[in-house]
């Protein structure tokens, strides 16, 4: 279940108020464990600790070296998530991959691949470049192809026509 705003603040201030989290969670008809969870969110972060999380967040490799580290020396990932605030364990998850896999490097980015879907022509290709003479050339004869297969199919067409009207005519004879 997704929460709104409206619904937080409700929550943050049953929480102050002394009410439990089972009492809350019967009231939203969720588990307490996510109640428990937002509202110690609200006292380590504040208000931002329990907003919808900003989507492509940037951290820094520092940031990333610093939460590994702590990670190897033990330190669950899903406390270290909600500390930092992160989206989730698979977040510390992929840094430590990434890590492991490529070292420092790993964590700074996406080493120069692009983000988003690739581009299907570059600028430099839409620009309108002269034809060469054997490209005009080309140009020319499959123009003229074209239309000797246009007059062709047209034939044809005719010619089936009255094929079948030769044919509808002998079953009348008949």
């Known amino acids: 279940m997704k929460f709104t705003l409206e619904d937080k603040k409700k929550i943050i201030e049953l929480g102050k108020q002394g009410i ?13 464990s996510t109640i428990r969870r937002m509202l110690s969110k609200y006292e380590l972060h504040g208000i931002d600790g329990i907003m919808h999380p900003i989507k492509n967040r940037k951290y ?8 590994i580290n702590r990670a190897y020396q033990g330190e669950p990932k899903s406390s270290l ?29 996406k080493q120069g ?6 581009k ?7 620009k309108n470049t002269p034809l060469t003479n054997e490209e005009r050339e080309e140009l020319i004869r ?15 067409k005719k010619l089936d026509a009255l094929v ?3 044919l509808k005519r002998q079953e009348k004879k008949k």
């Open 20 to 32: 439990g989290y089972r009492t809350i969670a019967k009231e939203f008809g969720v588990q307490h």
């Open 60 to 67: 820094t490799a520092e940031f990333k070296l610093e939460v």
């Open 81 to 109: 998530s909600f500390e930092y605030n992160l989206p989730g364990e698979c977040t510390i998850i992929s840094w430590m991959k990434k890590y492991e896999e490529l070292g420092y490097n790993g964590l700074e980015g």
């Open 113 to 118: 691949r692009p983000r988003g879907r690739p």
């Open 120 to 126: 299907i022509m570059t600028k430099e290709e839409k």
């Open 142 to 156: 499959l123009r003229k192809e074209k239309e000797y297969l246009e007059m062709e199919n047209e034939v044809l």
């Open 164 to 166: 079948k009207e030769r």
